[in-house]
């Protein structure tokens, strides 16, 4: 019950910022842009025990042309117990978000080293760099490919991260049809190699769709998910509903609920975040 009520607030919330907030939706370029989101999310992730997280990003990005893009993300995690190890869900053209492997039956990590003592902390440290190869025009969609690399700044005898590097790379492909924007975006991360997790290097995905029903506001329906990020451990799939909302040229949110559908998968999460542009 006392989850299902901060389920509730979390998405009266997120919804309520978004529509009286401000968001990226159809701004003007800027040089540099600095962003708070705070991300809730709860699961069992294959285990008996419900885990409730909050991932709660510092993002400074900076674009010296209208092609490239840097992005430095650093997070602060929390989970309500240490049954499950906070690890890079998948990055991109929608951000980047903790998910939860289960310590039971990822092939290794003894189950002693679970407890049910909240922890919180710094999360792992995530540098992004993007470049858009064709900018979109005519017929012609936008390419952008992205990369990423994770450090392993999180203490992982506290379960907040996995204690390893990950590499990865994306490539999102977007176009505009009137008021309607598809993209689709696709990856592949390389995990470190841990002697207390079997972690396997995965593919993640994203595609969906917005419809722009005002200039400062468009609300847009996605998946989301990977292939199994650890031995035992499933895939990764989840439904979003995403909203943007520009309140000035500078200033904008982005709020969104999510449902997830696979076991490795939060059952819910809600999330909203706060940029600045200057």
Request: proline share 5%; aromatic share 10%.
């Amino acid at each position: 019950m006392k989850n299902n009520i901060r389920f509730i607030a979390g998405i009266a919330v997120g919804m309520l910022a978004t529509v009286v907030a401000p968001n990226h939706v159809l701004a003007e370029d800027y040089t540099y842009s600095i962003g708070q989101g705070v991300e809730f999310s709860s699961g069992k992730y294959g285990t008996n025990t419900r885990t409730d997280s909050m991932y709660a990003p510092l993002t400074i990005m900076a674009s010296p042309t209208n092609r490239l893009g840097f992005s430095l993300e650093i997070p602060f995690v929390h989970q309500s117990n240490g049954n499950v190890v906070s690890s890079l869900g998948q990055g991109g053209m929608m951000g980047s978000k903790s998910t939860m492997l289960p310590i039971a039956g990822t092939g290794g990590m003894s189950s002693s080293a679970s407890t049910n003592t909240a922890e919180s902390g710094l999360g792992d440290i995530i540098l992004k760099a993007g470049y858009t190869l064709l900018l979109e025009k005519d017929g012609l969609p936008q390419i952008r490919p992205t990369a990423f690399v994770k450090f392993p700044t999180a203490d992982k005898n506290k379960s907040l991260g996995t204690g390893e590097f990950d590499e990865g790379f994306s490539v999102e492909v977007s176009k505009w049809f009137g008021k309607w924007n598809p993209f689709v975006e696709a990856g592949y991360t390389i995990q470190g190699k841990s002697a207390q997790l079997s972690l396997k290097n995965y593919m993640a995905y994203n595609a969906g769709v917005g419809y722009q029903v005002a200039d400062n506001f468009r609300p847009i329906l996605l998946i989301k998910g990977t292939t199994p990020p650890a031995v035992g451990a499933s895939s990764l799939l989840e439904v979003r509903l995403k909203l943007k909302y520009l309140a000035t040229n500078h200033t904008g949110i982005d709020g969104y609920i999510a449902k997830g559908i696979t076991t490795n998968s939060p059952d819910y999460g809600t999330g909203l975040s706060l940029y600045y542009d200057f």
